[in-house]
């Protein structure tokens, strides 16, 4: 009777020593909706041309398993800009485009209709809220040297 107690002891010892040493899933295992990247000084002289405009954009990417709703969603700057996201769903594994110019909108491209430039050349914070005002994600750049920054 000893002997069999200590063998599911030892049994049971073992058991949970196995369990301890699996590796804990990643934290962002189950991915998300994010920032991915700025493209804040369109090529050229900033003369407010809609090409121009299209040409600064920000990039937003779903790395989640399902396709989440942006409805309501809002993208700001610093100079609180914003953007609110109407009827577009972005699907699991996808990116968006927000294109600071006016244009028709696709799965890929969204636009803001704005006539005049967004992201400052030199420093601004991009931040993404839920349609209840929950931030979601911020990306800062401080930088003239180059026109873009990944998130």
Not at 55 to 75: D, K
Not at 77 to 84: I, L, P, Q, R
Not at 85 to 98: D, P
Request: proline share 2%.
């Amino acid at each position: 009777m000893l002997r069999t107690r200590s063998v599911a002891i030892a049994t049971a010892v073992a058991a949970a020593a196995g369990f301890a040493l699996l590796p804990a899933a990643p934290a962002q295992a189950a991915g998300s909706v994010h920032l991915y990247k700025i493209y804040y000084d369109s090529p050229g002289t900033d003369r407010g041309a809609n090409s121009s405009l299209n040409a600064e954009y920000v990039v937003v990417r779903n790395t989640t398993g399902a396709a989440v709703s942006l409805r309501g969603w809002t993208l700001t700057d610093a100079s609180h800009h914003t953007y609110v996201f109407g009827a577009f769903t972005l699907g699991k594994g996808k990116t968006v485009t927000i294109r600071t110019g006016k244009g028709t909108n696709t799965a890929g491209y969204l636009h803001q209709g704005r006539s005049w430039y967004v992201w400052n050349n030199d420093k601004d914070t991009a931040t993404l809220k839920r349609a209840n005002g929950t931030r979601v994600d911020t990306c800062s750049y401080n930088s003239t040297r180059v026109d873009y920054t990944m998130c």
